[in-house]
Structure formats: structure tokens, C-alpha cells
């Protein structure tokens, strides 16, 4: 079967090609540029959890050394200290576990050593075709794959199974396909520095409202990196505000001098300005090609991180492409991956556009209302540490991959279509692992809650109890699935058995072992169950969008017969 094309080598683009080289599925990456990216130590990437987690099973286990995990967020606002919440820091205790009480870190590091890392894994993968200097100017679909042409200097055509743009914010695979990119433009603009300094808070984040210093404005924001260096962003007017050196380097003397009592001794690194926008396409999936990451929406205010989204989008995506790959046509599971994802990003946009009116509001009777700052925190918070409606991992509650409600469904700490726990897991043969760790194979995981197993010879809790019963249904499954054993899951009592999808998200959980509904659920997750009520209402909402765009139907078929044409 031939490969994936993946258009665009940026992160999105590069860990979608390693994650389904970890599934077996081999691609072509077509890179516009030639392979470099010039070092901004100002253009830096907030990776939550589970992001961060995937980059290490990609190969990426070094980015803890180029980025920081915060040891803790500090609010203040004018002269006060709103809030300080203390954080990780990645540190774990003796048994290796993460600090009981405390929220995790997210992991902050410049987007270049990003790059640079997931380039290095990629050049070691053999799946993987890595081909600089490859814009595409065409692209045909047929109903057995897809062919797309790149022009000079490495003018050729590539012929793939299916295709995904992953080549930001001006896709030229979206413009190909003629899908509409709506939204907000400008919702904010920041005015950036990367700078080494000695800071009152080392290793804290540090987001400050009104300070009180003439060229404060609304908001700064102080993040720490590696070595020393800090990433600070100053929230500017809407519009009109010319950012010139000089401008910059008053901003960071009066900062400074207001956090430390007077300036201290910096040394400048890298200045900028980044603006915002919000936008979401509106089809994530024509026939055999999808959009990812910055080609398929943008966000980015009050906290909130695109790249992480984008990054969700690949993983997603990857054991879906992966399937249909190895095992044929999967309409239901591909069609998933924008009735996930573009409904998780589109309610990420939702919270963000209905926050903004009340954080950027200015001044009037809200700024008297008890409280009123303190919430104003919390929600900025939220999208700066991934919480709530603004942070958050994804939950896939409504998804079509959902299996129908059944009596054997029991309640666990994770609702379904919720990222499990991270959980410590033993094998069969005895090894143990952290459940991320198995996750992203492309095949599901049974997973029981036997307390006692780490503790017993694996060679008693084998035969003994449920096991040998639930090890007979695990082999019955659709596909290959895997069979792990916890000591103990959050809000589940022993016996439980949960089954999860390949990137680790809860597609139900049952009280005890039970095979019939086990295997319904394990086929719905894969894109098996009979079509229901969420599907249908998909399918309608993407008829109403073709015929705002003047009809599907003919979309479809101009595809098509352009597809014919070429291969004539």
C-alpha cells in the first residue's frame, strides 16, 4: 500500500509522521523549506502532560534538558499577590510517582529545540522519507488514493494512501481542497523578549495584571526557561501601538526594575511581536486528505497553546490512518477524527472568545464586584496551566467511536472519552511500565484493577480469579489488544476492568469481566458500531456546510473527476 503524505515539517507535521511509523505505516514528509530553522530563543512552546509524555515515546526524551518544568505559578495584580499555587516541577517521589496535591508542570522550552529534537528522531526512523524543498501545487484524489505534485527545483509527483496537511496557518493543502478558514483576526497582539536575568521567583511562572509601572499595560507575563533565560510577554492595545526597539527596551527596564526594586543585569536574546488569531476550518477531512494543527484552526489567547492542540490533532489522527492502513476502509474511525477534534478545538475557541470580553473588558463596575479579580485569575490560570475549559486535555464524551450505554458499564475516576490516569501497569511476562508509556501502538488496552499483583508471583494471579476468563476475552477482541494489570485506578474498585483506546483515551469501564459487552465497546472504538443518532447529526452538519459553500455534492464530484483527469 503506498505511504501517508504528510505536507509540512514543523512539529504537527513531524510527529504525525513518527507516530504512525510507530504503528507500522510508512510516509513521505514533504518539507517547503530546506530542513533549518533559524534559533528564536522568543518563539517558545508550552507542552502539557500528555504531550510532553508522547514526545519521549516518540524519541524526544531529551527536551528536559533544552526546556523547564515550572515549580510554580505566581498571579499578582498592581502591588498585590493574588495567588501562588506550587506545581511539580516534574519531580517525583522515592517510588517515583508524582508529588501527591500538586499539579503538574508543563514543559517549557523554545520551539527550535522542538524542531531540532523531533528531526533527530525522524532521521533515525527508516518508515519515515524526510523531502526538503517540496512545495505542492497540485493535488488529485481518486477512490484508490492520492497524487500530489510538488514544483521546482524538486518537481515530481507522489503518489500517497491518503494525505494531511500539517503546513500551518496559510495550508496550501486547505486551499487545495477549497475549505473555508472563518474566524477573528488580531484577537491579541504581545509584544515579546527572551532574556537572561536573575528574576525574585526562579523557576516560576509569573503573570502580572496592572502592574503598576507607567509602561506596564494590562498584562505582563514572565516564563522561565533553562540556563538562566526568561521569556516575558507584555499584552498590547488591539490595535495601534507601533512596538519599536526602543519601546522594548524601556518595557523591560521598567519591568524589571518594578520586580527586582531597580533593573539588574540582563542580556538580551531575541525580541518580537506575536499576534493572535482565531480560526477553525470548516471541514477537517475531504476523502482521502485532512488538515492538521495550524492548518486546520488557530488559537492562542489568554494562554491557551495552538501547537499543543496541533500536536493532539497527530496523535489522534495517527492510530486512525494507521488502522484503515494496515486494515482497510474505516469510514466511521477516519470521519472521528474531525467529530473529535475539530469539536475539542472548536470548544476550546468557544471559552476563549466568551472569556476575553470579561479579561479585556477595562474597567467599570466589574473591577467593583468582591472577587471579581480572583476569578479573573483562575481563568487566565486555566489556559496558562492547562485547566478547565481553557486548558484542559480533550474529552471525546460525544464521540462516534462511543459504544451505547450498557448495565455492565460501571463508574471509574475518568469518565469515558477522558485521558486515563497515568497509572503504574505490569505485562503479562511480569515487566512494569507507566501506562503512557504503552500507549500509541495503535491497538487498544484492556487494563484490570487487581490490587495484590505487585506483590504476588506472576505465575499465581495468571491462573487465579478473573484472569483466565478475562485473558479468553481479550483474545476474542477485533484486532490485537493488549493486556495490562494495575495494582489500583483512581474511583475504581478491584476487579474492574477498563478498556482504552491506542491514545489513551477511557472507552468504557465494567464492573468485573464481560465479554459480550467488551467486545461491543472495543468494536465501536474502532469504528465498528452500527451507525447512531451522533454519526447522522456529523453527516448533517457537514451537508449543511457544503451547501453554505455551494454544495457538497459537487465538490465531491469535481474532485473526483479532476482526480480522473489527471491519471489519464
Not at 134 to 153: A, C, F, K, N, Y
Request: net charge neutral; hydrophobic share 40%; proline share 8%.
Amino acid at each position: 500500500m503506498d505511504p501517508v503524505i504528510v505536507v509540512g515539517a514543523g512539529p504537527v507535521g513531524l510527529t504525525l509522521s513518527l507516530a504512525l511509523a510507530a504503528q507500522g505505516v510508512p510516509s513521505v514528509l514533504l518539507d517547503e523549506g530546506s530542513g533549518t530553522e533559524e534559533p528564536r530563543p522568543a518563539r517558545t512552546v508550552v507542552l502539557r502532560e500528555d504531550t510532553a509524555d508522547l514526545m519521549g515515546r516518540l524519541g524526544c526524551r531529551e527536551l528536559d534538558r533544552v526546556g523547564l518544568r515550572w515549580t510554580g505559578w505566581r498571579s499578582m495584580r498592581r502591588k498585590q499577590s493574588v495567588r501562588e499555587m506550587p506545581l511539580s516541577g516534574g519531580r517525583p517521589d522515592e517510588e517515583g510517582e508524582p508529588l501527591p496535591g500538586l499539579l503538574p508542570s508543563p514543559l517549557h522550552l523554545p520551539q527550535h529545540e522542538l524542531s531540532t529534537a523531533l528531526r533527530a528522531a525522524v532521521d533515525k526512523e527508516p518508515l519515515v522519507r524526510l523531502v526538503p524543498m517540496s512545495r505542492i501545487d497540485t493535488l488529485e484524489q481518486d477512490r484508490d488514493g492520492i497524487t500530489v505534485h510538488t514544483r521546482e527545483p524538486g518537481s515530481t509527483w507522489w503518489r500517497g494512501s491518503y494525505l494531511v496537511g500539517c503546513d500551518g496557518a496559510r495550508s496550501t493543502v486547505r486551499k487545495l481542497l477549497d475549505i473555508r478558514f472563518p474566524g477573528r483576526t488580531a484577537v491579541e497582539r504581545h509584544a515579546v523578549a527572551a532574556l537572561r536575568a536573575e528574576l525574585p521567583w526562579p523557576d516560576e511562572a509569573v503573570l502580572h495584571r496592572q502592574p503598576p509601572w507607567r509602561t506596564g499595560g494590562e498584562e505582563v507575563s514572565a516564563r522561565p526557561l533553562p540556563n538562566g533565560v526568561w521569556r516575558l510577554d507584555w499584552l498590547l492595545p488591539p490595535r495601534g501601538e507601533l512596538v519599536t526597539p526602543e519601546a522594548v527596551i524601556t518595557r523591560i527596564r521598567d519591568t524589571l526594575a518594578g520586580w527586582c526594586g531597580e533593573t539588574p543585569a540582563y542580556e538580551l536574546l531575541d525580541t518580537g511581536v506575536h499576534t493572535l488569531h482565531h480560526r477553525l476550518a470548516r471541514r477537517w477531512r475531504k476523502q482521502r486528505a485532512f488538515l492538521a494543527g495550524d492548518a486546520a484552526h488557530l488559537l492562542g489567547a489568554l494562554g491557551t497553546q495552538g501547537l499543543d492542540e496541533g500536536i493532539r490533532d497527530a496523535e489522534n489522527l495517527a492510530w486512525k490512518l494507521a488502522h484503515a492502513w494496515h486494515h482497510g476502509p474505516a469510514e466511521q474511525l477516519l470521519d472521528s477524527y474531525q467529530a473529535e477534534r475539530r469539536a475539542a478545538v472548536a470548544a476550546r475557541l468557544r471559552a476563549a472568545d466568551q472569556s476575553l470580553p470579561i479579561l479585556r473588558g477595562g474597567g467599570g463596575l466589574r473591577t467593583l464586584v468582591p472577587g471579581a479579580a480572583r476569578g479573573h485569575d483562575t481563568l487566565l490560570a486555566d489556559g496558562h496551566l492547562g485547566r478547565g475549559a481553557l486548558g484542559a486535555p480533550p474529552s471525546y464524551s460525544h464521540s462516534p467511536l462511543s459504544p451505547p450505554h450498557a448495565e455492565a458499564h460501571t463508574v471509574v475516576g475518568t469518565p469515558p472519552g477522558a485521558p486515563v490516569a497515568d497509572v503504574t501497569v505490569a505485562a503479562p511476562d511480569g515487566t512494569t511500565a507507566r501506562l503512557r508509556e504503552r500507549l500509541g501502538q495503535g491497538h487498544p488496552l484492556v487494563i484490570l484493577v487487581a490490587p495484590g499483583t505487585g506483590v504476588w508471583d506472576r505465575r499465581h494471579w495468571q491462573t487465579a480469579g478473573v484472569m483466565p476468563r478475562l485473558t479468553d476475552a481479550v483474545a476474542a477482541l477485533p484486532g490485537t489488544t493488549e493486556l495490562l494489570v494495575t495494582e489500583s485506578y483512581p474511583g475504581a474498585s478491584a476487579h474492574t476492568v477498563l478498556l482504552v483506546r491506542p491514545d489513551g483515551h477511557l472507552v468504557a469501564a465494567f464492573g468485573g469481566v464481560r465479554p459480550a459487552e467488551l467486545f461491543t465497546a472495543a468494536q465501536a472504538a474502532l469504528g465498528g458500531a452500527p451507525r447512531d443518532g451522533r454519526e447522522r447529526a456529523t453527516e448533517e452538519d457537514e451537508e449543511s456546510e457544503g451547501r453554505e459553500s455551494g454544495g457538497e455534492k459537487g465538490s465531491r464530484a469535481r474532485v473526483h473527476a479532476e482526480g480522473t483527469a489527471g491519471h489519464r
